[in-house]
Structure formats: structure tokens, C-alpha cells
């Protein structure tokens, strides 16, 4: 860094520094005080595309409101700090951006940093009663940043034509929405972050950013509840538990995503199960479980057991239209990658389906039979009691007995823990559950 660069960038520090010591002191106490853990990581996260799935009051929409102020600011503490920063709060109607997004900005936004305000709706000099269009804000690096509000009633031809360094959708947007926004920023490789409590249930939101089905890198989510929130009393919470049933509690208190069907394991929570991947003593190694398939997806995972009983799923395969070759050759990879044992000759043991062993009028041999002819000792002597096995895995949920530990590059077993649902009566729904059989 040149020198003259070095003083500027010191005596905008300073000047900031004064400014908040005279009008800056709620966001400065965010910044030092108010935050708790969840909202840290939200803005410590440097993935472009993040997203916070929270109940209601668990200081979801606090922290969308601070990143949009620490970017326009140019005060980000976790990020690259530009000045003429250009973004959107994007609220549902106007009417909620005024009451909530809108609110919220100005209640962090000292009048010392405004250069401007451009109001759709009421008077500039009372703007917390009408509908703004815009807000100019001085920049610590002497340029002049703009937040622009829109609602998604406005329709999508309101979104068209800027380029953008961020968008701040304050609850869910429509689909066709969100993918103008998408476009907006792309230019200037900038960010979109959302804030939502998830009461219109599993839409693409749910598959495209919580189970991130086509496994983009640059997507995070977090959850978050009342109990996240230290500023929220615990006699409020109880009295807001008492008063909602099952279903609106899980979208409301825990932020969750519910259908109405019911997910069959609520009581897997990423933030406890999903965990880092490291390196396994030989000793905890004991089995590689499959569920076989050749157009369907043919699911496979090694389980490791510790000396408490907990459970770690620590590798996957996870393929569809592949043959058997195909397949063994994958398991074996895999184990090798992760100095999985083996017999004295070499081979793998498992447990696949009992449905392995039967023979058909297309092949003269079972799949049972394939696999050990490639050196895959496919045990099909197992219970497939479906009941009891999710009993089982439910209670390993909850931490009776042991615990059961995913790690985080399983990307398939995750994605169907968070969407296995109970169909009629104590069957779950037959889709996308291959891991959840083996």
C-alpha cells in the first residue's frame, strides 16, 4: 500500500471513529455488544449468495439491515470495503418495507451519514412515515453509496437494468424475482443475502438454497431461533410457544420449512450433525451399507463407530445410470481414499439390501453376486424394518445412547435427512431417499 494511500485510509478510520462516538452508537453497540453467534457467522461468511432462515424476532432481519449499512458505509469488518456501493432492500410491498426493512435501516442509519433521501411516498424530513425510494450515504472513502428500496409487488420489469453490488431480499421473493436479482449483480460479481421466515413452505427456496440441489458453492444458510436471540425473554417465548401449534411453530420459532406432510427427522439439526470431516482411527471403522440401483441412484456410505457409540457417516457415493463396474470400482476408490480395511484378500465387506440376492429373467446372477465378484462382500442378510430403523436413527438424533455425526462432504445424505417426509400413515414418502434406506 502506497503511503498517501495509508493516510487517507487512517484518517478515514479516525473520522469514523468521531462520527460514531457522536451518532453512530446503536450500530457500533451491534458491532461490540448486540450481535450473538449466528448473526457473526451470517456476516463473517464470504460465500456471494447466503441466506438466514429464521423464526420470528431471532434477529434475522437486524443483521440483513447491518450488512447493507457496513457495505454502503464502507465499515465492513469481515470483507473488502468499496466506496459507490449500489444495492437493494427488497421487501414484499411497500407497505413492509416501510414497516420492517425500511424501519429497521434507519433506526442503525446515523443522520450524519445521509447525503440524500428520495421518497416515493411522504416528506423527506419525516421519512419513517412514508415509503422511500432511495438513500444516498456518504461513503468512508469519499464517494457516495445508494440504497435503493423496491417491492415485489412492483412487479419484475422494476427490477430490470442496474447493476448491482448487493441484494437484500427481507422475507421470500418469487421465483421470477430472485432470478432478475440474480442477474443484476452478476456484473459487478456482487452478493445476494436473504432474511426469511419460511411460512409459505417448501418452495425453490427450499430446494434451490436449503438443499442447494445443484450444489452451489457459493450458497450458506443459516438458521436461526428464539433461543439464538439472548435479548429475548424467556417469558415472551413461552408465552409465543404456548399460543401456536406444531407446524407454525416450526416456521416461526425455528425458522424450518414445513409442507404440512411432516419431516420425519425434525430432530436433525446441521448446526449438532453435520460435522467436518477428519481423520478416522482404524479402530472406529465397521461398515459400508448400499442401496443398490442401476438407473436409479445407487447410495452408498461407510459408518464409523467411537468408543461412546457414536455413530459418523464419514464417506459417500451417491450415482445413477451407472453399471456394477462402474460402482465396485467407485467403493473401492473411496475406501482407498480413506484407508477403509479389508480382508486378507483384499475385499470390502458390506450390507446391501436383501432385495441384492434375488436373481432375474435379465441376469442369471444377483447384484449380490456382482458385487463379490468384483470384490465386494455384499451382506444381504440385514432388517429392513422401516419402523424400527428410524426409531433407531431418531433416537441416535437425540443423543440417547450415542450420537449420529454426518460430515459435511456427504452432500446427499444431508440433503435427504432434510427433506425425508412421512407420506400415509408411518411410511415415509418414497423420493429421493436412497441414503435414507441404506
Known amino acids: 500500500m502506497k503511503k498517501n494511500e495509508l493516510i487517507l485510509r487512517l484518517a478515514a478510520v479516525e473520522r469514523e471513529i468521531n462520527l460514531r462516538k457522536k451518532d453512530g452508537e ?46 454502503l458505509r464502507g465499515i465492513h469488518p469481515y470483507r473488502k470495503n468499496r466506496k459507490n456501493v449500489f444495492g437493494w432492500a427488497v421487501s414484499l410491498s411497500a407497505q413492509v418495507q416501510r414497516d420492517v426493512a425500511q424501519a429497521k435501516i434507519l433506526s442503525y442509519l446515523p443522520k450524519s451519514w445521509i447525503a440524500e433521501i428520495v421518497m416515493s411516498q411522504g416528506r423527506r424530513d419525516s421519512p419513517a412515515g412514508g415509503v422511500i425510494d432511495q438513500i444516498k450515504i456518504k461513503n468512508v472513502f469519499g464517494g457516495i453509496s445508494t440504497l435503493g428500496f423496491k417491492s415485489c409487488d412492483q412487479g419484475r420489469e422494476k427490477f430490470q437494468g442496474s447493476s448491482l453490488d448487493f441484494v437484500w431480499f427481507d422475507e421470500e421473493p418469487p421465483r421470477d424475482i430472485y432470478e432478475e436479482c440474480l442477474m443484476r449483480v452478476m456484473d ?13 413452505g417448501k418452495t425453490f427456496i427450499y430446494g434451490e438454497i436449503y438443499l442447494n440441489r445443484k450444489h452451489n458453492p457459493e450458497i450458506w444458510h443459516e438458521f436461526m431461533n428464539w433461543t439464538d436471540n439472548p435479548y429475548l425473554p424467556k417469558k415472551e417465548i413461552k408465552l409465543l410457544e404456548s399460543t401456536l401449534d406444531d407446524s407454525a411453530l416450526d416456521a416461526r420459532k ?16 446441521e448446526s449438532v450433525h453435520v460435522i467436518k470431516p477428519f481423520k478416522i482411527p482404524p479402530e472406529w471403522q465397521d461398515v459400508i451399507s448400499i442401496d443398490p440401483g442401476l438407473n436409479n441412484p445407487l447410495s452408498a456410505h461407510w459408518y464409523c463407530v467411537d468408543w461412546d457409540g457414536n455413530i459418523y457417516v464419514v464417506a459417500e457415493h451417491f450415482a445413477a445410470g451407472k453399471d456394477i463396474d462402474f460402482h465396485a470400482a467407485a467403493i473401492k476408490a473411496v475406501s482407498a481414499r ?52 428410524i426409531a433407531r436413527v431418531k433416537s441416535l438424533l437425540k443423543g440417547d445412547g450415542g450420537k449420529l455425526y454426518v460430515f459435511s462432504d456427504c452432500v446427499n445424505m444431508i440433503d435427504e435427512f432434510r427433506g425425508y417426509v412421512w407420506g400415509d400413515g408411518d411410511s415415509p414418502v418414497k423420493r429421493d431417499d436412497h441414503c435414507m434406506d441404506d
Open 26 to 71: 446503536k450500530l457500533a453497540s451491534y458491532n461490540t455488544v448486540k450481535r450473538h453467534k449466528k448473526q457473526l457467522a451470517f456476516h463473517k461468511c464470504k460465500k456471494r449468495n447466503r441466506w438466514v432462515f429464521g423464526g420470528n424476532r431471532s434477529g434475522k432481519t437486524e443483521c440483513g439491515a447491518v450488512e447493507c449499512l457496513w457495505m
Open 188 to 200: 459487478r460479481r456482487g452478493d445476494i443475502f436473504g432474511t426469511m421466515t419460511p411460512l409459505k
Open 254 to 269: 425455528y425458522g424450518k420449512f414445513s409442507d404440512g406432510a411432516g419431516l420425519v427427522y425434525p430432530e436433525f439439526d
Open 338 to 389: 480413506i484407508g477403509w480395511k479389508t480382508d486378507g484378500r483384499g475385499r470390502i465387506r458390506a450390507l446391501i439390501d436383501s432385495a441384492a440376492s434375488q436373481r432375474t429373467l435379465a441376469s442369471p446372477k444377483s447384484v449380490a453376486e456382482l458385487f463379490y465378484e468384483r470384490g465386494i462382500l455384499a451382506d444381504t442378510n440385514v432388517n429392513k424394518d422401516v419402523f424400527s430403523g
